[in-house]
């Protein structure tokens, strides 16, 4: 059995925090897909060019099997969340956006014995609960046509960043051999369940071992430092429509906070309650799950509170960075709204590397082995 790096192919790769995460655990990324030129940008500004690796800039429904390199063992794809999540318009897997899951396994299915080993697919956990259940159903049911066998698993950032960002992992073998044993637990809770005992769906459960601990602060840690009146401060108009937004609870929230001798930091997201924009803060040291800076609802704001004082700022893209476990990202040169958006809609980098440190890298070394012996018996026939 060879030790070289599992080769990866990166389907909808954003601005690669996937593949951060999973070079972290000694994957090999050697081809990459989105559509989004203002990703593409950000990617290629974070990762150095190599003649092994190729980033293919296109809609996923114009792209080839032939494209995919023939070694690759590993394809891993962030689908669009789009259509599943609360925030859209829950068509799920039938959505414009979501439905491209249909293209990444039509790629699969047109690589025929190429295909690769492994399949990561991650989205949101609306998609468990999409139509009742049956979008993920219909998915695991595709992938059990190509010739894999089905793991799901829930994971949230929470346990590795202070971010609140729960995210669903379906995980797809040819050579897993189907489980016996089911678990109730962290990473497969009750809700998930009915996958695993829907006896059409072929499926699995990797021992796991449990994942850290969520976290219930440190958001004040990743904080950048700004003094009190540096300009991106909201001044003292908007913040006074900041304040007479906040409703009868919220307002109480922030005069406990600000009755404080310390000096603490809060997020806000702007909600719409009855047709009126209201804000929110988070009673936690915790970040509300970061999302796509299209509109203003979207993007999260910092409340700097305590001693008597209250100030509030848009969350900048340092800070999105540092949230989704990536706070050495280059973003020089980035327009603000960019970067916000590439990181709100990427997966966090420490959860990509927990899953294949733990999961991916032992089940590829068993198929490799499986693969291996199934070689030494051909040449012995």
């Given at each position: 059995m060879t030790h070289q790096s599992p080769k990866v192919a990166e389907f909808f790769a954003g601005i690669g925090l996937a593949r951060l995460g999973l070079e972290q655990a000694g994957f090999n990324v050697i081809w990459s897909n989105d559509i989004e030129p203002s990703k593409k940008e950000m990617y290629e500004a974070n990762f150095e060019a190599t003649p092994e690796h190729e980033f293919r800039l296109a809609d996923v429904a114009e792209i080839t099997p032939q494209e995919i390199p023939g070694e690759v063992e590993l394809a891993w794809a962030s689908f669009p969340c789009t259509d599943l999540s609360l925030a859209g318009g829950r068509a799920g897997l039938a959505g414009a956006s979501s439905g491209t899951f249909w293209h990444f396994t039509r790629i699969i299915r047109e690589m025929g014995e190429t295909r690769p080993?492994?399949?990561?697919?991650?989205?949101?956990?609306?998609?468990?609960?999409?139509?009742?259940?049956?979008?993920l159903a219909a998915a695991v049911q595709e992938l059990n046509d190509l010739g894999y066998s089905v793991d799901v698993v829930t994971l949230d950032a929470r346990r590795f960043v202070p971010q609140s960002r729960p995210r669903l992992f379906m995980v797809g073998s040819l050579s897993a051999p189907e489980s016996q044993n089911r678990s109730v637990d962290e990473l497969r809770p009750a809700w998930l369940q009915g996958i695993f005992d829907d006896e059409s769906l072929r499926t699995h459960q990797a021992a796991l071992p449990k994942p850290p601990a969520p976290m219930t602060g440190g958001f004040g840690e990743i904080v950048e430092q700004f003094d009190s009146g540096d300009a991106r401060w909201w001044d003292d108009q908007r913040r006074e429509r900041f304040l007479e937004s906040l409703s009868p609870l919220q307002a109480?929230?922030?005069?406990?906070?600000?009755?404080?001798?310390?000096?603490?930091?809060?997020?806000?997201?702007?909600?719409?309650?009855?047709?009126?924009?209201?804000?929110?803060?988070?009673?936690?040291?915790?970040?509300?799950?970061?999302?796509?800076?299209?509109?203003?609802s979207s993007k999260q704001a910092v409340v700097m509170v305590g001693d008597g004082k209250a100030q509030v700022r848009w969350m900048t893209a340092r800070e999105y960075a540092r949230l989704m476990g990536a706070g050495d990202y280059a973003l020089e040169g980035l327009r603000v709204n960019q970067a916000l958006f590439g990181f709100g809609d990427g997966v966090c980098v420490p959860v990509v590397a927990w899953l294949a440190e733990h999961y991916l890298q032992p089940l590829m070394a068993e198929t490799r082995a499986l693969g291996s012996a199934r070689d030494l018996v051909v040449s012995n026939a």
């Open positions: 080993p492994v399949v990561v697919l991650e989205n949101v956990n609306g998609l468990a609960t999409s139509h009742g259940g049956r979008d109480s929230r922030l005069n406990t906070l600000k009755g404080d001798p310390r000096v603490m930091y809060r997020t806000a997201y702007r909600r719409t309650r009855k047709g009126v924009a209201t804000w929110e803060i988070r009673a936690d040291d915790i970040s509300g799950c970061l999302r796509t800076a299209r509109g203003g």
